[in-house]
Each structure stands twice: as C-alpha cells, then as structure tokens.
C-alpha cells in the first residue's frame, strides 16, 4: 500500500447480528416477538499522501471493484476534478457528480439531489457513495447514503481541515433545516475515511484557520500534548498550508484525528452518555453561524464558543488567569475573532432550552478547567447575566473600549467557494 497508515482507533464496535427471541403468550404487557437488532460495521480511518497520485492504490482498494459515486465539492472539482477521474479511469463503473452546496443550502434538497444521482446512475446497493471535499459535501453524502436504498455504504476523503480532523472521521452527518444548525441527520459511520494532508496546500487561509478551531478545541479539553505543538507550529502550518514543518503538520492532524476517533468509539450512537467533551466550542456556535446568516464559518463560530466558554470558566473561578490567557492568545494568533458583534446575551440564553433537549435533559457546557482538563456545567449554572458579563469581558479585550460595530470587520463575511 502506499505510504499509507491506519489510525489503530477502529470505532464501529463489532457487535453480533440480530437476534429473536418470541414470546409464547399473548400478554398485553409483553411484546409478540422481541427483535434485538445491531450494526456489525467498521469504520477504518487512514492517513496517506497524494490519495490519487495514480501509483496509489487505496482509495481503489478501499472501493474493492465496487461501482461507486464520487461527489466533489466544487473547488476539489476545480482543483483535482481530472486527475481524481484519471485515477478511477481503470477501476469499475465511476461516475462522478459535483455538489454546488455551501453552508446556507446544505438542506435536504442536496441530499434528494444527491440520492437521484445515484438512482440515475444505478448505484447497487453494496456501491458506496464516496465524498471528496469538505463538510458540507461529506455530510450531504453521508446522509444521501444513509437514506439512499435506506442506506448504502459511504467513503469520505476529506479536503478541508475541518473535514480532516472532524466532520469526514466522524459517525453523523446532518443538514440544516429551518433556521436550526445540523436539525436532520443519522449516524451511519464511513466504511473508511482517507485522510490526506497534501489537499491542505490549496486550501485558502481562513478556511485553515476555521479548521485549526475544531484542533484547538481537542487541545484545551484532552490534550495537552497536542495544545503544545499547537503552539509552537500552528501559525507556521497556517501560513504554508499545512505544508511546512511537514511532521507537525502530519503529527497534528493524526493526533486530532485519533484523540476525536478516541472520544467518539466510547459513545459512537450518542446513547450512552450526553456529556461529551467534544462539544466543546458546539453549545453557542450554532446558533452563532445561523444568526451571522452562515456568514461566519463554522470553526469560527467554534472558536467564539471556545473564549466564551473558557471566559466563563474563568469568572466562576474554575480556570486560572493564566490558562485562560494561552487559549485567547492561540485563537487570535489563528486570526480568529473571539466574539461575534451581533451576539447578544438574550438571544443566546434563548437557545439553550434547544440545546438542553438535545442532550438529553441538561446543558452539559464542556468548560475548561486547565489545558487539556475540562468539566460540564449545567444549565443551572449559565445565567444570563453571566452570559452577558463574559461576553463583554470579550468585546473589550477585542475592541478596547470603541463600540463593538467599530470592529465588526473581525469577522470576515466572504465566502469560502
Ligand atoms: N458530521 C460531523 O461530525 C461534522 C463535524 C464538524 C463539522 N461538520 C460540518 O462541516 C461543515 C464545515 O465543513 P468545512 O469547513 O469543510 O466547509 P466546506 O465543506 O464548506 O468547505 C469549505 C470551502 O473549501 C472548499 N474546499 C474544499 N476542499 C478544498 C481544497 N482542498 N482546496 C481548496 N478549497 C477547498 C469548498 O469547496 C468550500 O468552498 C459544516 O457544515 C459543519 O456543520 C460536520
Ligand atoms: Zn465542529
């Protein structure tokens, strides 16, 4: 295989097939027949370099003479599109589709466009759907595969950093719908996901910066190891495009990649525990990126999350001047703002009700207590005055005392297409 190497964290827990056990009364109270029914599915995740440099053989393995559909996003359509269709020129039955869906129209209308393409190519049912391209094109497939024949298996090769380390290794995807963040989706794990740093060198650098957000969130609640070379070469990956020092760049992403895969495989369906410490940076950030209009990216909104939820940790007492000073300082070095002007403290104390049914009940806020420590709060301890007073706590170190709109270019509002 070339140069290629499989992350040991295989999470899709090998369980035994269905089971049925019946009853042989007909008693109210009990049902007829009782199904006992689990996935036997793996999930491989491997790093290589130039996924389809026509000498490397593991995305065509990974597809073992399957037909397949391959849905690009549109820059890895622009950037790659021919030499992606050269690499499967000799393989099975390819056919090829490009996702024109950024943030604000990754609904499920991109799903139903993509589950009609693979009707109308005649996609079987074992054929996977391979993505190959950011989030948004990774969760639009993953969800198109698992609705498509009511599930047909699914590869990701992701190209962004936050595809790298996050949103093409885990186990759901989802799309927006309404005015609510990721509101439909499933579980249904990749069968594998190729990670290739080399897609780094094209990405532009804010989009290194947004993904750097999802790096720094491992970091400060599991990692300090990690955090550490965070600081010493983040900025330097950033401006070269992940390409420079190229052991940090492929050290940092494998870390991340493994200690994500790590926290997922304890809890992969989300039913065993609704405190998980990577949500991290996921409690304010939705609603952040939905009233921005998407205009601010989703590590940025992490990011925001990030200050917010250390600044909290801070002012309750649980994280030292210090600590909270080093994870501040690493996110604006990325360039990355750490409040958004059009937040309010009302508005987001209105949307964590939202929060506290998804998780099952209470907030579960991931605060950091140290670098590479955290703890959950509780809905109980976020009053909206505490919101409101961290909040400006942020607004001041950013903008010193001018009126927040004075800086509101922090936030760029150009796209990323
Ligand atoms: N399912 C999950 O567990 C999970 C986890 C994290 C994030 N997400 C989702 O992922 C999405 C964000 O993903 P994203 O940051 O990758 O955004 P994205 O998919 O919108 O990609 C960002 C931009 O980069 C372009 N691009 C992709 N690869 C490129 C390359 N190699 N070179 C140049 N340009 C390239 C894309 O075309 C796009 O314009 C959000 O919708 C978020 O909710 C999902
Ligand atoms: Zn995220």
Not at 105 to 124: I, N, W
Not at 130 to 145: F, R
Not at 384 to 408: F, I, K, N, Y
Request: proline share 4%; with cysteine; glycine share 8%.
């Amino acid at each position: 295989m070339w140069n290629s190497r499989d992350i040991e964290v295989t999470p899709g827990a090998r369980c035994s097939g269905s089971q049925i056990s019946a009853s042989s009364t007909l008693d109210d109270a009990e049902p007829v027949v009782r199904l006992a029914s689990r996935l036997d599915r793996a999930h491989h995740v491997t790093m290589t370099r130039d996924a389809f440099a026509p000498g490397n053989t593991l995305v065509r393995e990974c597809l073992a003479g399957r037909d397949a559909l391959v849905v690009m996003s549109p820059s890895v359509h622009r950037l790659y599109g021919p030499r992606i269709k050269d690499y499967f020129a000799d393989a099975a039955d390819v056919r090829f589709m490009t996702l024109r869906r950024t943030e604000a129209s990754k609904s499920l209308d991109g799903v139903v466009e993509v589950t009609e393409r693979a009707a109308a190519v005649g996609l079987r049912r074992t054929s996977p759907i391979v993505a190959v391209g950011g989030g948004v094109c990774t969760d639009i497939s993953g969800l198109a595969a698992a609705l498509h024949r009511r599930g047909v298996p699914h590869l990701n090769v992701p190209t962004t950093l936050v595809g790298l380390v996050d949103a093409g290794i885990g186990t759901k995807n989802a799309v927006n719908h309404g005015r609510r963040k990721s509101a439909l989706g499933t579980f249904h794990p990749p069968e594998h996901t190729v990670l290739d740093i080399d897609f780094l060198g094209t990405l532009p650098r804010r989009q290194l910066a947004n993904g750097l957000a999802e790096i720094i969130k491992l970091a400060v609640v599991k990692d300090r190891p990690l955090f550490e070379i965070l600081t010493r070469y983040g900025m330097r990956l950033v401006d070269s495009g992940f390409r420079k020092p190229v052991r940090a760049a492929e050290e940092i992403v494998r870390r991340a990649a493994v200690g994500m895969l790590a926290e997922l495989a304890r809890n992969q369906f989300e039913i065993a525990d609704f405190r998980r410490k990577v949500d991290f940076g996921h409690t304010f950030s939705p609603h952040i990126e939905v009233a921005s209009g998407h205009s601010v990216l989703h590590g940025e909104a992490v990011a925001m999350d990030i200050a917010l939820s250390a600044q909290i940790a801070h002012t309750l007492g649980l994280l030292v001047d210090a600590d909270l000073e080093r994870i501040l300082t690493m996110l604006e070095a990325a360039g990355l703002a750490l409040t958004w002007p059009g937040l309010s403290a009302d508005a987001l104390a209105a949307t964590l009700p939202s929060i506290v049914e998804h998780r099952n009940g209470d907030l579960h806020l991931v605060v950091p207590t140290g670098i590479g420590t955290c703890e959950f709060l509780g809905a109980d301890d976020i009053s909206t005055a505490l919101l409101r007073s961290s909040m400006a706590t942020l607004t001041r170190r950013t903008c010193g005392d001018e009126a927040p709109s004075v800086r509101r270019q922090t936030v760029s509002t150009s796209g990323g297409q």
